[in-house]
């Protein structure tokens, strides 16, 4: 009979899950699982330790208003990242030894939670822009800096301005061109590099989700300009790396410091594909990503948002870059009527659907047996 129960309470959980917990006439609220993922460039994902995501913080809500669709407006910090420090090796040694990091990272800010369908006062529904021409650029050269994002609206126009901030410290340690000299204990016989351990550490909010138009630039100081004396594996914890710089010795000069200036643009439910010319010498890079909206009407279910940045690294480096978050939402009222789930929660849709479809599964088999 306890069985019993509890597969009915589940039932009721599934079902006011999929309907959206239609009781509700007004606002209410929502677990968020999910992540934030960050790509910067063709290449890089930041954060650099775990592949570009950061997952929501413990806990996270999310208050939603409406119908078809439904605003939403995320809890203040819901992906979070605490400081990890990580240090990777880069696999070409022509120009970058290195990239070390330890960053805090925080969506969303006080302010700038809210995601709704409708017209945007701010940008057309479809849009093609390059930095200093937010409409109508017909080419990747078409504004003041190479690069191009173009939107195509996903329905009922759902999106809106939202940021991931950034701070902490960070070196990225470069070749210096043409720097080698000196004896080298690493490679008896050569030379060993010099290196710029250029510094990008208080990044600040990030570009992605900007509403059109605004820019954010980055001047970041001039950092310590060393010879490598010695590379190899990485120390632990992070022995599974190989390539890391193990020991340096100071020389004369300081690196020629750096930053960028960012061009952003904001959230979609729709199709974004952004291109840039990431230096003078490479062909253009594409990056493509296409948000959607699973939700039911009052606000149950999956939700993925993309948006872009172009930007320009003052060493003449242009670069697009694509955020992705992914949510399922799942209503804290269906949770609170579901005693049987209390003690663990609602993870998701999908978990609560596959637990209710195995639970009758093996009532019928033993019905069979």
């Excluded at 980055?218 to 992070?238: D, H, I, Y």
């Amino acid at each position: 009979m306890r069985s019993l129960k509890n597969f009915l309470s589940l039932v009721t959980a599934v079902t006011m899950l999929g309907l959206g917990w239609t009781s509700t006439a007004g606002a209410a609220d929502y677990f968020v699982f999910g992540q934030w993922h960050q790509q910067r460039g063709k290449t890089v994902g930041i954060p650099v330790g775990n592949g570009g995501n950061i997952n929501q913080a413990a806990s996270a809500m999310a208050t939603q208003m409406g119908t078809g669709p439904a605003t939403i407006v995320l809890e203040v910090g819901a992906f979070a990242r605490a400081a990890v420090p990580f240090t990777i090796p880069i696999a070409s040694r022509t120009t970058i030894q290195q990239l070390a990091t330890s960053f805090n990272f925080a969506a969303p800010q006080a302010g700038n939670q809210t995601l709704a369908p409708g017209v945007k006062a701010s940008r057309p529904a479809n849009f093609s822009a390059c930095p200093g021409q937010l409409t109508g650029c017909a080419t990747v050269n078409g504004g003041t800096k190479n690069g191009r994002v173009q939107y195509t609206a996903g329905p009922n126009n759902f999106g809106g301005s939202m940021n991931m901030l950034i701070d902490g410290s960070g070196t990225l340690s470069r070749v210096v061109p043409g720097g080698t000299g000196g004896a080298c204990p690493a490679a008896p016989g050569g030379n060993c590099p010099i290196v710029d351990h250029d510094q990008i550490g208080g990044i600040g909010l990030q570009a992605p989700g900007f509403s059109p138009g605004l820019t954010d630039i980055n001047s970041l100081p001039a950092g310590a300009r060393v010879q490598v004396l010695a590379t190899g594996g990485c120390p632990a914890p992070l022995s599974f790396l190989q390539g890391c710089i193990l020991s340096s010795t100071p020389v004369a000069g300081t690196g020629p410091g750096g930053g960028s200036t960012n061009y952003g643009f904001p959230w979609t439910t729709g199709k974004i594909s952004a291109t840039a010319t990431l230096g003078p010498a490479t062909p253009n890079t594409t990056l493509v990503q296409t948000g959607t909206d699973m939700r039911t009407s009052m606000g149950s279910g999956r939700l993925t948002l993309v948006g872009s940045s172009v930007s320009q690294r003052f060493v003449g480096v242009n670069y697009v870059s694509i955020d992705t978050i992914t949510m399922t939402l799942a209503p804290v009222a269906a949770a609170a009527a579901a005693p049987a789930l209390a003690p663990v929660g609602i993870a998701s849709f999908t978990a609560l659907m596959a637990l209710a479809g195995g639970y009758g599964l093996s009532r019928r088999n033993r019905r069979n047996r």
